[in-house]
């Protein structure tokens, strides 16, 4: 009876042990567990730390103070998911691979933040394509100069050298480290042992830490999700219009840290050095046959922004365009009624025009040679006043992709004798350039004139003496008050611009001369009363909005020398007047003004041909048949195309 109460009590303190051994043994999964979300924090503590302060600083100080903008709200979470999966990936790597790469990504990281802050400071933009292109093109001497140009007691004083601070306390630390690191690990070790044996509330204290960062960890990915998927998505495209057309989405990808920055600008540089090769393997085989020098001065200018509904030679309620208005009635300027753009982004109409690529031919624009270059080889010399596409330190992702093909060195040399070197905050500049290169004029000239037109913001593309309608002048209720002021000035640039344009008339009146105008496209401007200025690329193209952004005036004035000698050039002008016609075309109406021929001018493209195609389908980006839509539109309404008619 002595036996069965002894094997009971060894059987239970067998179990109690057994019991107790699973829980501590669980105790020590769930605090290794709780710990792991800390291993990439202590084995990168210094990376950790110092980044997160270099990349936040960075985001800060580039931040532009303008009214109405707003930064982007998660910044800090993207920042802290960043940092925080490469030291994950960094407590992966043995430790004198993790010493390396933690240099290296040191190097790139304060190099980056400083010319970021540095370019922000001085040029007030961060690091964009553009920048990285001249960069590019800088020799050594170059840079030194500019180095004792630029850096100055005020540039270490703004936040390049905030980011220097950071940097220095940074390098102070990890001389420090050896010292002090085991110290802290001592301090650490006692304060375990003291909570281990501390009562349960205070034990769970140890694991609250790596909970903390899970949980922050989890909630910045989630935070940080939606940009961090634009970012690869806008990193995955095959061409740099593409790009450009993906940063006018409103999902679209916000690079808040240097390092993106600088990535994308080599991606953008790496897209554009693509086709800058197939043009210039393109240049290489162009020829002309033969040139009759048909029009001794033909002048190309092209607007910005033009709402077809907005100028008085189309109807317009108000006197927008008095002169040109003039013109017609005299008989020297012919209007043509249909014309579209293929685009409505300056950069693809860009590529568009000056290719003699047509939308729907098979390759690419970049497969084709550019009319200037087979102009400049027939024998015309060719100038190109720009008030918009030349490099600067500012210059937008847009202006960089519309204009990379014109600044080329080799294909600008290919292209054009004279160009600017200046950009203006009005047209009037450019005017100025026109005769400041007039001394370089030949017996045959092509001359390209770009302006700003009507570009957004409306208000600074005319000077206060030119504002000739105001707010009160709109009588459209449904419009709030900033909206009729907005609308006003962009009725003020539009009279503005025809000032402009008349000026660059007058300055080929007494030669044997043939101006054409057109914009590049159409702007968004409160028409039907609708709440939108600018243009919606994101949104499905209806008859609505083919009217106002891709409608524009296009016009062709000639001088009186020139009409009274080529009676047939004006047959054919005033003939082709109603025909539909779209911008992407208008090089090869150019090759047959002057009179050029050669392997790449189809006839067929030519809107004063008699071989002009006019089924073409006029295809807006490359996806609406802007024909077809009008069409149905018409049908809707009864045959009227304007809601207003």
């Known amino acids: 009876m002595n036996i069965k109460p002894s094997l009971s009590t060894n059987g239970t303190d067998e179990s109690a042990r057994q019991n107790r051994w699973r829980g501590t043994s669980i105790r020590r999964l769930l605090a290794k567990a709780a710990m ?13 730390i110092f980044m997160l302060a270099v990349g936040y600083a960075a985001f800060r100080l580039t931040l532009p103070d303008r009214k109405g903008f707003e930064p982007y709200a998660f910044a800090a979470h993207e920042l802290f998911a960043d940092v925080y999966m ?129 949980v922050l960890f989890v909630v910045s990915i989630i935070c940080s999700w939606e940009n961090k998927t634009a970012t690869a998505r806008l990193m995955s495209y095959e061409n740099i ?45 162009l020829t002309v046959d033969s040139c009759s020098f048909r029009s001794p001065d033909i002048v190309f200018i092209i607007g910005e922004s033009y709402n077809r509904s907005h100028s008085q030679l189309y109807g317009y309620d108000k006197p927008t365009a008095p002169r040109q208005q003039e013109r017609m009635e005299r008989g020297e300027l012919t209007r043509f009624d249909d014309v579209v753009s293929s685009w409505n982004l300056t950069s693809f109409v860009f590529k568009h025009v000056f290719s003699l690529y047509a939308v729907g031919d098979s390759g690419e624009w970049c497969d084709y040679p550019l009319f200037p270059e087979v102009f400049r080889q027939a024998g015309y010399n060719v100038t190109f006043v720009t008030n918009q ?7 937008a992702v847009y202006d960089f992709s519309g204009g990379f093909f014109l600044n080329n060195p080799v294909l600008s040399a290919a292209q054009f004798d004279a160009r600017n070197v200046s950009l203006h ?14 001394s370089r004029r030949k017996e045959a000239n092509l001359t390209i004139v770009h302006l700003k037109g009507q570009h957004s913001t409306y208000r600074e593309r005319y000077p206060l003496s030119h504002k ?51 914009p590049d496209h159409g702007e968004e401007c409160f028409d039907d009363d609708i709440h939108v200025s600018g243009r919606l690329h994101s949104a499905a193209i209806d008859y609505r909005l083919a009217r106002e952004e891709f409608e524009i005036p296009f016009w062709i004035w000639c001088s009186r020398s020139y009409a009274a000698a080529r009676p047939d050039v004006i047959r054919r002008i005033r003939e082709a007047s109603s025909r539909p016609f779209m911008t992407d075309r208008v090089g090869h109406m150019l090759l047959w003004l002057g009179g050029i021929a050669c392997p790449d001018y189809r006839s ?42």
């Open 36 to 48: 792991l979300p800390l291993r990439p924090i202590t084995a990168n503590p210094l990376f950790f």
């Open 86 to 214: 490469a030291c994950a990936v960094l407590a992966m790597l043995p430790l004198w691979l993790r010493r390396v790469t933690r240099a290296a990504i040191y190097a790139v990281v304060y190099s980056t933040a400083v010319a970021d802050l540095y370019c922000f400071v001085k040029f007030g933009a961060t690091l964009n394509p553009t920048m990285i292109l001249l960069a590019g093109e800088t020799n050594s001497g170059e840079a030194t100069e500019f180095l004792d140009t630029y850096l100055t007691a005020d540039v270490l004083l703004s936040g390049v050298g905030i980011v220097l601070a950071i940097m220095l306390a940074h390098i102070c630390c990890n001389i420090a480290a050896p010292i002090l690191r085991p110290r802290i690990s001592c301090v650490a070790e006692q304060l375990n042992e003291k909570l281990s044996h501390a009562n349960m509330p205070w034990q769970l204290m140890r694991y609250v830490p790596g909970l903390l960062v899970a």
């Open 241 to 285: 219009g593409s790009v450009e057309h993906e940063l006018t989405r409103k999902d679209k990808a916000t690079l808040y840290h240097p390092v993106y920055r600088l990535w994308f600008s080599i991606y953008a540089n790496r897209l554009t050095a693509r086709q800058l090769d197939r043009l210039i393997e393109t240049t290489r085989h």
């Open 389 to 395: 596409f030349l490099p600067q330190a500012k210059e």
């Open 425 to 438: 905050d009005l047209d009037r500049g450019v005017l100025d350039d026109l005769d400041s290169l007039d």
């Open 468 to 518: 000739k309608w105001l707010a009160r002048d709109y009588k459209r209720p449904r419009l709030k008050g900033r909206e009729r002021w907005i609308l006003s000035d962009y009725d003020n640039a539009t009279l503005y611009n025809d000032s402009i344009v008349d000026e660059v008339i007058r300055r080929f009146e007494d030669r044997d001369a043939i101006v054409i105008y057109m």
């Open 604 to 645: 067929e493209l030519n809107i004063l041909s008699d071989d002009y195609d006019t089924e073409r389908r006029r295809t807006l980006k490359n996806t609406a048949d802007y024909d077809r839509l009008r069409d149905d539109y018409r049908k809707k309404q009864g045959g009227k195309t304007n809601v207003n008619e």
